[in-house]
Every structure is written in structure tokens, then in C-alpha cells.
């Protein structure tokens, strides 16, 4: 993809079902998020404003705008004389056929255009953890279920799509909701301590150990224990926590006898692990156990319906007198996001920011960073991180290291490691 160039992926047209239900979804009317799917017929369609008494009126679109047609599985948009045009993926249009999904906006007004509403149902919500629109809702509904019957999850998912909040589904959801959900980064545990920080120790195990001490594992019995990125796991370790899967019993450093615990269990990680243990990185005994339930998270680019709800959401965390301008949704929905939700708050936190120093009653599409949402995606999970692709991501970003471990979807402490061990020179400016 070229860098700046709108875009939605989707499985091309002839894959969808006979009997799938192509929408125009009005995501976003006037000033505000919104969830309307309008049903696009054989004969053709009509959008325009949207009779919603729920919505403020979209004085920029025409009551009659435009007409979308299904033809030869692409759609046909052509424009019926608005007065402020029609858009189709950021372009104004006359009479054009695009592939689905698609964008179209009408005055003020934006549709995300899909094949196939089916598995759509319930719209797009706000609850205590933030934005859950229906493809997020069908994941943690998955998660909540495994709660119920396992007593371990492993969550995968790219960076930015909500492990974390994953974990405290299955938390909530579990018998161990009356205890506590202790979070722990594996990628940040250096391999020399991790046994330690995770088993704990008695006093006197080691130099310095002047009295006992509780690791993860107890410290979060009768809870849950998250454990972040288990594939950076220090290998030495893994048949140790194999164990206390397998027994419920943690043997601290230095004791002689182990501690029974009720921990539970979720674990997550970018990485395809079963590619991990192909490759030998990580053990297969350790995979097979926590792997028992695998759920992944969906990409932000699978749930582009939530776009404009989060773009409201992070606007009034900065700015609460702002709205999102129907230009800056268009934006947004068109570009990738590699990063997920975590990259397009932060974008549109930085978008709000800029418009209210500039005065600015919306924040518009030139609000936006350039660059946001266009950045090389994570590197897939499997992928082999050479010293080439390494140091061509260092070049890549003028030796700036924490931009190039984002753009290869490694936590900094996961990229130094890696330079450490092919021993690449680390200096660079952070």
C-alpha cells in the first residue's frame, strides 16, 4: 500500500454468501456516531438524510443524494444532483462502481458500505471500559463462555485491540471475580529474575533475600493472573509454569515444600505461538496446555463501524466543547491503523489538541497527523526478524528505536533484547 493511500480491505466481492445482506451503515450523522444500517435493495437504494429522531438533522446532505446499486457484486454510486456532492472513499463522484466495503459520504453524513450486515446485530454501545460495537461484542461473548468452563485462555490479537480488557472479561466472568486481576508484561521481566518474580522466594534463597517473598503466582491466588506477551517467557521458566498449570502448586525459590493456589489463568500474545514452537522458541508442552481455548481479538480494520464512536470519545477526553467533523470520520475509516485502537486514540487526542489551539469548534480531517494510520503494520506473527529486516526498520525510521520496534509490533524491551542477541549496535536516538 502506498504510503497516504485510503483503504479497506475485504475479501473480494465473489466470496460473499447468496444470501448475505448488503447495508449502507450510517455511521456517522451530522456531529455524531451513529449505527443505521440502510438495507440496499435489488432495484437500488436512495441515501441521503437519515429520518432519525435520535439524530441531529444533516443539513449538508440532500433528503434525495444519491443511489447505490449492486452490480455484478461491486456497487454503482451515482451522485443525483446533490447540492454538496457525493464522496466515495474520500473522492467526489458523479457515477462510479467500487468494490465493497466502501465509504460514501453525503453532506455531513457517512455510510460504511459492507456486503454482509449478518453477525452486525446489537450496534455499537459505550460501557465502563469504553467502546463495544457488534464484531468486539461477538469476541468478548467468546471469552466470557471460556470463563465459565476453563479455568486458563490464551488471547492473541495484534497490538492496540484489547487483550487487556479481554483478560478482565474473562476475569469478570469467572468464579475468581471476587479476587484480583494481577496484570504482568512477560516482555518486561528480565530472563535473570523471572523465576523469582513469578515463584517468589523464602528468605534466605539467594544473596540479599533477607525475608520472604510472594511471587505473582500466590499473589493473585483465588484471582486471576494475566500474563502479557507469555511468548517472551524466559525458556528456563516455562517448565516450571507448566507444572503449577498442571498441579495448582508454586514452589518458591529456596522452599522445601510447595504453596497450594487457586490462580487462574489468561495469557496473551502478538505472536502465533504454534509458529513460535515450530521454530523452537518456545515449548510445545507449555503451548498445548494454555492453548486449550484461543480467542483472538479483531483489528480495528474488522470493526470499522467503531471508528467514529472512539474518534467521540477521545475528542471529549481532550476537548468536551469538540466534535468529530464528518471529513475527520471519512479520514479515519479509510486509513489502516496497524496499530489499532491504541493508535487511532492517541491520533485523534493529538487531532483535538491541535483544533483547539487553533480555536476550531471540529476536529476536521486536517487535524489530523499525516502520517496516522498509515505507518507499515506489525509485523506478522511468524514473521523472521533477520538482522536485514531489523536494521532496515532502524533505517527506516532514522535510528529512532522505539518507532521501529512499533513498526515491527515488538515492546521495546522485546526489540533490545533482539539487538542485544544479534548483536546490532543500539545506538540511536529515542
Excluded at 9 to 26: F, L, V, Y
Excluded at 128 to 146: F, N, S
Aim: hydrophobic fraction near 40%; glycine fraction near 10%.
Amino acid at each position: 500500500m502506498r504510503r497516504g493511500q485510503p483503504t479497506l480491505d475485504a475479501p473480494p466481492s465473489s466470496d460473499r454468501a447468496p444470501d448475505a445482506a448488503p447495508a449502507a451503515i450510517g455511521v456517522f450523522v451530522g456531529s455524531r456516531p451513529a449505527f443505521r444500517p440502510v438495507p440496499i435493495r435489488a432495484g437500488g437504494t436512495i441515501l441521503g438524510r437519515l429520518p432519525d429522531p435520535d439524530l441531529p438533522e444533516d443539513e449538508q446532505s440532500s433528503r434525495v443524494h444519491a443511489e447505490v446499486t449492486l452490480t455484478g457484486g461491486k456497487l454503482r454510486v451515482r451522485d443525483l444532483g446533490s447540492r454538496n456532492g457525493t464522496y466515495v472513499n474520500g473522492h467526489r463522484v458523479a457515477d462510479t462502481v467500487v468494490e465493497l466495503p466502501c465509504v460514501v459520504r453525503v453532506g455531513c453524513t457517512v455510510f460504511a458500505v459492507v456486503g454482509d450486515t449478518r453477525g452486525l446485530a446489537g450496534g455499537v454501545t459505550m460501557d465502563g471500559h469504553g467502546v463495544v460495537g457488534p464484531t468486539l461484542r461477538a469476541a468478548l461473548a467468546r471469552v466470557e463462555r471460556a470463563a465459565q468452563t476453563q479455568d486458563t485462555v490464551l488471547i492473541t490479537g495484534e497490538t492496540g485491540t484489547g487483550k487487556e480488557r479481554a483478560a478482565r472479561a474473562f476475569h469478570d466472568a469467572g468464579p475468581a471475580r471476587r479476587g484480583e486481576l494481577l496484570a504482568v508484561n512477560c516482555a518486561t521481566i528480565p530472563h535473570g529474575v523471572a523465576e523469582r518474580l513469578l515463584f517468589g522466594a523464602v528468605k534466605g534463597a539467594y544473596s540479599g533475600a533477607d525475608a520472604p517473598a510472594d511471587g505473582y503466582l500466590v499473589a493473585a491466588d483465588r484471582g486471576t493472573l494475566f500474563l502479557d506477551e507469555i511468548g517472551e517467557l524466559d525458556p528456563l521458566v516455562q517448565p516450571k509454569l507448566l507444572r503449577v498449570l498442571e498441579t495448582r502448586e508454586v514452589l518458591p525459590l529456596g522452599a522445601a515444600r510447595p504453596i497450594k493456589v487457586s490462580t487462574r489463568f489468561c495469557f496473551a500474545t502478538m505472536r502465533k505461538l504454534r509458529a513460535t514452537v515450530q521454530d523452537g522458541g518456545f515449548r510445545a508442552d507449555l503451548f498445548y496446555r494454555i492453548a486449550r481455548e484461543e480467542i483472538e481479538m479483531p483489528a480495528l480494520r474488522d470493526r470499522r463501524e467503531d471508528i467514529p464512536w472512539l474518534l467521540s470519545f477521545a475528542i471529549a477526553r481532550v476537548a468536551p466543547a469538540l466534535t468529530p467533523h464528518a471529513k475527520l470520520v471519512e479520514a479515519c475509516l479509510l486509513r489502516a491503523w496497524p496499530g489499532n485502537v491504541r493508535e487511532l486514540l492517541a491520533a485523534a487526542e493529538r487531532a483535538a489538541t491541535l483544533a483547539r489551539e487553533q480555536g476550531k469548534d471540529a476536529v476536521r480531517d486536517n487535524h489530523l497527523d499525516p502520517g496516522a494510520g498509515f505507518s507499515q503494520a506489525p509485523a506478522k506473527p511468524g514473521r523472521q526478524l533477520t538482522r536485514e529486516v531489523i536494521q532496515q526498520a532502524i533505517a527506516d525510521h532514522e535510528g529512532n528505536l522505539s518507532a521501529a520496534a512499533r513498526q515491527l509490533g515488538l515492546h521495546r524491551s522485546q526489540f533490545y533484547r533482539l539487538l542485544t542477541q544479534l548483536g546490532i549496535d543500539r545506538r540511536g536516538q529515542e
